[in-house]
């Protein structure tokens, strides 16, 4: 239960109670400020807390975005604020600096109006190094009138405002893609609103989406015409429902520690679990596109890779603009170049539309080559452009950012002892971008050059070992050193798709879609928690799965012993991606549902 203190009687007709109440509140009302501490030390330590202004008028939903936004341990609007368990110290402290030099709400100065005692605590917060935050209301009101003719003037743009119309816009995500946007929001919120009011939650939703992909996945695994119709309309549906999960959790503020977990991973299951259906249809019908699917999942997974680095490697550098930035920034100032630019990205989106479709009326086999003609020229676009405003933006990478390139290079064991055994002999002076390239380029040549199970295959992808552990052996804050994992996830997803489709061996492929399906996850995860601020996941993980080098060293190694034993092969990579899968999952789902994940639920990637 949540605790609302009023730090004076309510205004005479003022709605205030109920409406705290209506958010969850239990409603305290103190006499004055030094009633309102005694009140607040006698609320259990666990529990949220909000301070409210007595004189406070403004919409519900201002109220609820300043006073229940599980995502922030402390948050203030106007005459409102709020502390979450771990905020609770400081607020404390606060509430006594600020009762020393205010007087009794309602009172007046000898200078000036009644005290702001919520807004004093408030910048106390801020001086005591607690990030308060501060929701952006737009149209919405929260104000402290501190007379009469304030409060009707306050109540009069009250009622000038539709809240409900304010509540539903802001439900949806502030950028998106062109067919989201246009094709999907201007229904689903409403479909987020009847969801809410009949009490269904976003994780419900989003259950409900995973679960309806599913069985577009079954159908499309008929191989049969009315198979593939039913699972393009029905990965729509799995589209809509997954635009309005969010939208629920933003029109009612249900953030979840779960919901961020559930709502980061299922788009890729999902896809991915789509892309095996067609896989399945398609062989029944004598066309066999496992080739195609893994190489599907293999580009999107790398092209994601990319955004996620090179995010992570500049959104706190500091650094002026760079001629391509400008250039970006005034292509936005024009409209339709927007929407042009959002549309040849292929976002999940049009994405999942063009997929859809094609199912529909064609065959997998053009579904995945028109997927990967357009996935590979936005990720050439995309990576260009970054490339691009890399070498010509003098940025100063942070030690976070280092910190997180390395932690998403996912390097095991022997890369950190190869790094430390060789770093010394010269390769160390080269970038680190230069090292994982050359890394890839060694191991990708020899497993196209050479034959199926070649040894020299193996003295290749160990001599790659050498350079990827020099490569994270210093911090990555050169200008294009996000890209060492992007190449690091070409690299070992691809050997393993080569390797497989070389391989005589029966059912290699579908083993080798499991597998980087297994690893791709565990590489997604790290993302999500870098990105909830809790770092990635722990040392022993990592050591445990190989880390990207290490367990590329054994798919190659296991392709020059089982080279004359195709099914041992399918075999082995089938052992491998079931052993993968259940440690990086049983940990992820022990961290997601623990109580120290973040609160978050993730505004996602377009793409």
Request: aromatic content about 8%; charged content about 15%.
């Amino acid at each position: 239960m949540s605790t609302a203190i009023l730090t004076g009687p309510p205004a005479p007709g003022s709605s205030l109670d109920a409406d705290l109440r209506s958010l969850g509140f239990d409603v305290r009302i103190a006499t004055g400020a030094e009633e309102t501490g005694s009140l607040l030390a006698a609320v259990p330590a666990g529990e949220r807390v909000a301070l409210v202004d007595p004189r406070f008028v403004g919409h519900l939903h201002a109220l609820r975005l300043a006073l229940t936004d599980p995502r922030f341990p402390a948050a203030a609007a106007p005459g409102a604020l709020t502390a979450q368990s771990e905020a609770r110290p400081a607020l404390t402290r606060a509430l006594t600096t600020a009762t020393a030099v205010t007087v009794p709400a309602g009172a007046a100065g000898a200078d000036g109006p009644a005290d702001d005692l919520t807004g004093t605590v408030a910048a106390a917060l801020d001086a005591d190094g607690v990030a308060v935050h501060r929701p952006q209301l737009g149209t919405l009101v929260a104000t402290v009138p501190t007379d009469a003719e304030a409060r009707h003037e306050a109540r009069a743009a009250v009622a000038a405002v539709d809240e409900e119309a304010v509540r539903l816009r802001s439900a949806v995500k502030a950028q998106d893609g062109f067919f989201t946007t246009f094709c999907v929001s201007p229904y689903s919120r409403y479909l987020a609103r009847w969801c809410a009011r009949r009490g269904l939650t976003p994780n419900q939703v989003t259950t409900a989406s995973l679960l309806t992909a599913l069985i577009a996945a079954g159908c499309a695994a008929t191989g049969e015409r009315g198979g593939y119709v039913a699972a393009g309309v029905l990965l729509l549906v799995s589209f809509v429902l997954d635009c309005t999960d969010g939208q629920i959790a933003r029109y009612s503020l249900q953030y979840s520690t779960l919901g961020a977990w559930l709502d980061a991973t299922f788009d890729r299951a999902k896809e991915y679990a789509f892309y095996a259906g067609l896989a399945l249809g398609s062989a029944r019908n004598g066309d066999d596109v496992w080739a195609l699917a893994l190489g599907a999942m293999v580009l999107m997974t790398c092209r994601h890779m990319v955004d996620f680095a090179f995010y992570e490697a500049t959104h706190d550098a500091t650094a002026g603009t760079s001629p391509s930035a400008a250039l970006s920034g005034r292509l936005d100032s024009v409209g339709w170049t927007v929407w042009v630019r959002r549309i040849i990205i292929l976002p999940i989106g049009e994405r999942w539309a063009m997929i859809a479709v094609l199912t529909a009326v064609t065959t997998p086999r053009i579904v995945f080559w028109a997927l990967l003609a357009g996935c590979a020229f936005a990720a050439c676009y995309t990576t260009a452009g970054r490339v691009l405003r890399s070498v010509t933006r003098k940025a100063k990478r942070t030690d976070r950012a280092a910190r997180a390139l390395d932690d998403l290079a996912d390097s095991g064991p022997l890369a950190r002892i190869a790094g430390r055994i060789f770093g010394g002999f010269g390769l160390g002076l080269l970038p680190g971008f230069v090292l994982a390239l050359i890394a890839t380029g060694i191991l990708l040549a020899a497993v196209l050059g050479r034959p199926f199970g070649d040894p020299q295959t193996v003295v290749a992808a160990a001599l790659s070992v050498v350079f990827a552990g020099v490569a994270v052996r210093r911090p990555l804050k050169g200008a294009l050193d996000w890209l060492v994992p992007p190449l690091f996830r070409v690299a070992e997803y691809t050997t393993v798709l080569v390797l497989a489709a070389r391989s005589d061996a029966a059912h290699a492929l579908p083993a080798a879609f499991g597998l980087v399906a297994a690893v791709a996850y565990h590489h997604y995860d790290t993302v999500y928690r870098i990105r909830g601020g809790t770092g990635a996941p722990p040392t022993w993980l990592v050591r445990v799965t190989g880390g990207h080098e290490g367990r590329t060293l054994l798919v190659v190694a296991l392709a020059a012993l089982l080279a004359d034993r195709g099914d041992d092969f399918t075999l082995a990579l089938t052992a491998l991606a079931v052993a993968v899968a259940l440690v990086v999952l049983v940990e992820s789902i022990r961290f997601w549902v623990s109580s120290g994940a973040p609160a978050v639920h993730d505004e996602g990637e377009t793409a």
